[in-house]
């Protein structure tokens, strides 16, 4: 364990053994830990709603009570934290929802949509990040310019919504997920606006083009604290315009309200033994090598199963052709990694059609994470009893053997391979489990 939080820190550095000085054992630090990174995540898309209008008072006070919970001297007991844990599970639920009303709300209802991925000559804008608000107040403020915006990284899904999507500036999509942001960059050659995380420190060879919003802020770029984007429109008509470069077409959009408009069909061909699985493949995308574990698995689903993905992690398994079945493309992006509120509603929908509970349907969850938002995501998951979630590509370090080994004999928590460090968890090979 690490915890220095407090005054009596071993030797005023840290306490690091198994029990700190105070007598918190490193399994309670481990559950403090998770509620803390988890409530990050959770208050990140809480951000995001409540941009969009969208909040709710339980869930501020929930935030209160579980900080509470990690102070000095509050909590020595394992049972109350993990009960915690799944409470904020269970509140990130609620966040998510109110996100994706939020969402579908502002900006219409998502439908597939074909982007196009490249860019067309002439001034533009790169904005990535989650924040689809941000997306909006660009596309508005350069309304009456020449100038196009693309999307980057988790923006991608901006384009299922039809007011977004149909802006007369909206360019189209362009590159890949956050951890190619710098080759990405310099190769875009107008300025770029980064809502949220994940954002790299920039190096000098597009720093200057680099503005950032609100609390995200890098060195060498530039921090906008409002609304105004201006500097921005201003550099993009400075900069040297875009070639005319058309990469591929691509679709998204298949939000939980499409796939629940055809939750009759999907049904029907269930029980007729047409769809042999659904998997949920998503999350994170990052620049370990074990992230192939994920591309790998996703190439080996059968033919007649169809994947459902959300989150960066799609970029780690779009570039394949999965083809189509019954008519619905194989490979489906549901959205942003947010968008997980949707994955859990159309599983609910398909338990309450086959009368049966989510973990006895044809579904497996193979998650990849990276961050905080992903920790919160994972807790709803679990707090929804969800079992046998595969999670990878490296355990979280902050988890102890003894957490994991809770998690495992709960719900069935399993680890991909690493490479690197692992619990002593089951390990499951690349292969689609069916
Ligand atoms: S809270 Fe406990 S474990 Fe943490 S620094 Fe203080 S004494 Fe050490
Ligand atoms: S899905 Fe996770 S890793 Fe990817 S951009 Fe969003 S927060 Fe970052």
């Given at each position: 364990m690490?915890?220095?939080q407090?005054e009596?820190?071993?030797?005023?550095?840290?306490?690091?053994?198994?029990?700190?000085?105070c007598?918190?054992?490193?399994d309670?630090?481990?559950?403090q830990e998770?509620?803390?990174y988890?409530?990050?995540?959770m208050a990140a898309y809480?951000?995001h709603?409540?941009?969009?209008?969208k909040?709710?008072?339980?869930?501020?006070a929930?935030?209160?009570?579980?900080l509470?919970?990690?102070?000095?001297?509050?909590n020595?007991d394992?049972?109350s934290?993990?009960d915690?844990?799944?409470?904020?599970?269970?509140m990130?639920?609620?966040?998510?929802e109110?996100?994706d009303t939020g969402?579908?709300?502002?900006?219409?209802?998502?439908?597939?949509?074909e982007v196009y991925?490249?860019t067309?000559?002439?001034p533009?804008?790169?904005?990535?990040?989650?924040?689809?608000?941000?997306?909006?107040?660009?596309?508005?403020q350069?309304?009456?310019?020449?100038?196009?915006v693309?999307?980057?990284g988790e923006?991608?899904?901006?384009?299922?919504?039809?007011k977004?999507?149909?802006h007369?500036?909206?360019?189209?999509?362009?590159?890949?997920?956050?951890?190619d942001?710098?080759?990405?960059?310099?190769?875009?050659?107008?300025?770029?606006v980064?809502?949220?995380?994940?954002?790299?420190?920039p190096?000098?060879?597009?720093?200057?083009r680099?503005?950032?919003v609100?609390?995200?802020a890098?060195?060498?770029?530039?921090r906008l604290?409002?609304n105004d984007?201006?500097?921005?429109?201003a550099?993009?008509k400075q900069?040297?315009?875009?070639?005319e470069?058309?990469?591929?077409?691509?679709t998204?959009?298949f939000?939980?309200?499409?796939?629940?408009?055809?939750?009759r069909?999907?049904?029907?061909?269930?029980k007729a033994?047409?769809?042999?699985?659904?998997?949920v493949?998503g999350g994170c995308?990052?620049?370990?090598p074990?992230r192939?574990y994920?591309?790998?698995y996703?190439?080996?689903?059968a033919g007649?199963?169809?994947?459902?993905?959300?989150?960066?992690g799609?970029?780690?398994?779009?570039?394949?052709?999965y083809?189509?079945h019954?008519g619905f493309?194989r490979?489906m992006?549901?959205?942003?990694?947010?968008?997980?509120?949707?994955a859990?509603?159309?599983?609910?929908?398909?338990?309450?059609a086959?009368?049966?509970?989510?973990n006895?349907l044809?579904?497996?969850l193979?998650i990849?994470w990276?961050e905080?938002?992903a920790v919160a995501?994972?807790?709803?998951?679990?707090?929804l009893?969800?079992?046998?979630?595969t999670?990878?590509?490296n355990?979280?370090?902050?988890?102890?053997?003894g957490?994991?080994?809770?998690l495992q004999e709960?719900f069935d928590?399993?680890?991909?391979?690493?490479?690197g460090r692992?619990?002593s968890g089951?390990?499951?090979?690349?292969?689609a489990?069916n």
């Amino acid at each position: 364990m690490f915890c220095n939080q407090c005054e009596q820190s071993f030797r005023g550095t840290g306490c690091v053994d198994r029990i700190g000085v105070c007598g918190k054992d490193e399994d309670v630090q481990s559950l403090q830990e998770m509620i803390l990174y988890g409530l990050k995540g959770m208050a990140a898309y809480a951000n995001h709603a409540r941009r969009l209008g969208k909040t709710d008072p339980e869930v501020s006070a929930f935030i209160e009570d579980a900080l509470f919970a990690t102070m000095t001297n509050v909590n020595f007991d394992l049972a109350s934290l993990f009960d915690m844990a799944m409470e904020l599970g269970r509140m990130n639920l609620r966040v998510m929802e109110m996100l994706d009303t939020g969402h579908v709300e502002a900006f219409g209802k998502p439908q597939p949509t074909e982007v196009y991925e490249g860019t067309h000559a002439g001034p533009g804008i790169l904005i990535t990040g989650h924040d689809l608000v941000d997306l909006w107040d660009l596309l508005r403020q350069v309304e009456g310019t020449d100038i196009k915006v693309y999307t980057h990284g988790e923006m991608l899904p901006a384009h299922m919504y039809p007011k977004l999507a149909q802006h007369s500036n909206m360019g189209g999509h362009y590159g890949t997920a956050w951890q190619d942001q710098r080759r990405q960059f310099e190769g875009f050659s107008g300025p770029i606006v980064a809502t949220t995380n994940c954002i790299l420190i920039p190096p000098p060879s597009y720093a200057n083009r680099l503005f950032t919003v609100r609390w995200v802020a890098v060195p060498g770029g530039q921090r906008l604290k409002g609304n105004d984007l201006s500097p921005v429109i201003a550099m993009a008509k400075q900069c040297p315009p875009l070639p005319e470069k058309f990469v591929k077409h691509s679709t998204v959009g298949f939000h939980r309200g499409v796939l629940l408009d055809n939750a009759r069909t999907i049904v029907d061909a269930v029980k007729a033994g047409k769809i042999s699985r659904f998997y949920v493949i998503g999350g994170c995308d990052g620049a370990e090598p074990g992230r192939n574990y994920f591309s790998d698995y996703a190439q080996s689903t059968a033919g007649d199963s169809f994947i459902l993905t959300l989150g960066c992690g799609k970029y780690r398994i779009r570039e394949h052709d999965y083809g189509t079945h019954l008519g619905f493309p194989r490979l489906m992006d549901m959205g942003q990694c947010n968008d997980a509120y949707g994955a859990i509603a159309v599983a609910a929908a398909l338990a309450k059609a086959f009368d049966c509970s989510v973990n006895e349907l044809p579904l497996t969850l193979v998650i990849s994470w990276f961050e905080q938002k992903a920790v919160a995501v994972l807790l709803t998951l679990l707090s929804l009893g969800i079992k046998g979630i595969t999670l990878g590509p490296n355990p979280p370090a902050f988890v102890t053997p003894g957490v994991f080994q809770i998690l495992q004999e709960k719900f069935d928590l399993k680890l991909t391979p690493t490479q690197g460090r692992s619990h002593s968890g089951s390990i499951r090979l690349p292969v689609a489990q069916n």
